[in-house]
């Protein structure tokens, strides 16, 4: 058992969800997008598909325009990058881009991401990506400088 945040200012039921009558156990949500659901399969699995209403409406693209992500490799540690990706953030996020930073360790790389939905916006930022990281654009996450492999 474990005692969770709880925020005064939201509704019980935004905080607590019972998706499942047939069950005692309730899904836990923390600042209203972290869920915390059982460890045992049986009952996660049977709260998972009772919060399957409310998480499909979210997954669905309502435009049609599908998310993108875009994977970066850099030589750069993330503290080398930090700096100029916050600057990319903030460039971004008006059209609803997220940057993201993920280290390698033990590899020559670090990972750098884009994500949105706005495909076109994002490939005209593939040069100036890559020259503010230092890196090159690979097609998978795990694929490194060089064609090295995580």
Avoid: C
Wanted: net charge negative.
């Amino acid at each position: 058992m474990i005692i969770l945040p709880y925020d005064k200012s939201r509704p019980d039921g935004d905080q607590v969800l019972f998706v499942d009558e047939s069950l005692w156990v309730p899904i836990a949500v923390v600042n209203g997008n972290v869920h915390i659901l059982p460890g045992v399969p049986r009952l996660f699995e049977k709260l998972l598909e009772g919060l399957k209403p409310s998480l499909i409406p979210r997954l669905l693209d309502p435009e049609g325009k599908g998310v993108s992500r875009m994977f970066f490799a850099t030589p750069l540690a993330e503290s080398a990058v930090a700096e100029y990706l916050t600057e990319l953030q903030k460039k971004v996020g008006s059209k609803g881009i997220k940057v993201g930073s993920y280290p390698r360790w033990g590899k020559a790389w670090n990972t750098v991401t884009l994500v949105g939905r706005e495909p076109e916006y994002m490939e005209s930022l593939v040069e100036e990506v890559e020259a503010g990281v230092q890196g090159k654009r690979v097609n998978k996450e795990e694929d490194g400088l060089d064609g090295d492999k995580a």
